[in-house]
Every structure is written in structure tokens, then in C-alpha cells.
């Protein structure tokens, strides 16, 4: 079974910086891409930001310029740096890792929530 430990969430005031971290007990070669999703009280999940093993990269449009996803194949890690934090950035932050074998597969972290106070 794959599991994804996320760290690294928090209360920062607007305009601050974060990172969140993801641990995986799986190598990226498993997976199709890797990503943070977010979801905020009352909202629907949404996506973030994904990467593949390559670097390929996918950014929402709202987090674009602010919000840096990176990966770690040596520790088998993968980081979201966020800047620039808005209120509207509040929400519990999801580590992803989708397979696509047989079908897709998503394997999801706990969360880590993310405040930033208006």
C-alpha cells in the first residue's frame, strides 16, 4: 500500500511564505504524476499543482507565479513552496500520487491545513 505523510502546514499572514512536504513510501517511477490538491470549508477539492518524474509541471491558474511544486527522487519527496499567501489560499492541503495501471488509481495523504488570516 502506498502512503503519502504531508508536513509542513500552518497560520501565516498574508503576503508570507510556506512549503508543504510530502513523503512517499513509494519511487516516482510508480506513478503517472504527483501533485497538492486543496480543499477549502464548503468547497470542492481542487487541484494545485502536479509534476511528473520528468519535471513536467501543471499549476491552477489562481496559484501561477506564486506557488512552486518540486520533487525529490532521491527522498522520494515532493514540495509545494508557496509565496505571496492570500486569504484565499485557506485550506487543507492534499499530497497526491496517481497511477495509471489497470486503470487509475489515486493514493492521497492525510492533509495538512493551511491558514491565512484575512
Known amino acids: 500500500q502506498v502512503r503519502l505523510r504531508e508536513s509542513g502546514g500552518g497560520l501565516v499572514q498574508p503576503g508570507e511564505s510556506l512549503r508543504l512536504s510530502c513523503a512517499v513510501s513509494?519511487?516516482?517511477?510508480?506513478?503517472?504524476?504527483m501533485g497538492w490538491y486543496r480543499q477549502a470549508p464548503g468547497k470542492q477539492r481542487e487541484m494545485v499543482a502536479t509534476i511528473t518524474e520528468r519535471g513536467s509541471t501543471n499549476y491552477a491558474e489562481s496559484v501561477k507565479g506564486r506557488f512552486t511544486i518540486s520533487i525529490d527522487n532521491a527522498k522520494n519527496t515532493v514540495s509545494l513552496q508557496m509565496s505571496a499567501l492570500k486569504p484565499e489560499d485557506t485550506a487543507v492541503y492534499y499530497c497526491?500520487?496517481?497511477?495509471?495501471?489497470?486503470?487509475?488509481?489515486?493514493?492521497w495523504g492525510q492533509g495538512t491545513q493551511v491558514t491565512v488570516p484575512s
Open positions: 513509494a519511487s516516482f517511477s510508480a506513478f503517472a504524476d
Open positions: 497526491n500520487a496517481r497511477q495509471l495501471m489497470d486503470g487509475e488509481t489515486n493514493f
